[in-house]
């Protein structure tokens, strides 16, 4: 296994778990909102965070590429406070992850939310138990393998991502060449054995990964 496979291999790893550890901590109160909201406005947000499924990369990532830049709204703000860009950056692909993979962690949890049972909750309120109590305490250990399974769906989405990371990260070894670029550029210079190590390597790690989803919600409680 070559340095640049190593290299990109690190990084793409690096961008899944953090991306994963984000998420995991935005995805639950969103998606517990979204399944027991009776809000008008939830179709609307339902839509909003479904939006990377069925909206090409290339179009989040210029609209991400331009909120990053320099005149951008995002980025002007982390200008300021770090000094430093955000657009082609490995922390600028950390936020275009977060959100292009938002839904694949989000909607299972919505959908095993809504499968609550009422009366536990109930109960717990009863019991003089906070909302938030509630949520962290009875909630989320009662959903615990739709946890895991959309934990390993959002870190498997995001080791093949290419659009997006092309557009607001770009090609930069050891910063933004995640092993998506890396398979592109290796094709490219006609580089097949280096290109089919590569994708052996994505390939075996999302059929893992979905092994894993699978075998978690097929488990007996």
Known sequence: MNADLLQSLGVTLLLAAVTTLILLLVAPPLAWWLARTRHRSRPFFEALVALPLVLPPTVLGFY?????AGDGALGALWTMLTGHSLAFTFTGLVVGSVIYSLPFVSQPLTTSFRNTDGML????????????????????PLHRRALIAAAVLGFAHTLGEFGIVL?????????????SILLF?????????????????????????????????????
Do not use: K
Request: hydrophobic share 50%.
């Open 64 to 68: 991400l590429l331009l909120a990053m």
């Open 121 to 140: 909750l109930d109960a717990a309120t009863l019991l003089g138990t906070s909302p938030v109590a509630r949520f962290f305490r009875l909630v989320l």
């Open 167 to 179: 557009m607001i990260g770009g090609n930069i070894p050891g910063e933004t060449r995640v092993l």
């Open 185 to 221: 550029d290796q094709v490219e210079t006609l580089n097949y054995a280096v290109a089919h190590t590569t994708a052996l390597i994505l390939l075996s790690m999302s059929l893992a990964a979905l092994t894993l989803t699978y075998s978690t919600l097929g488990r007996n409680p």
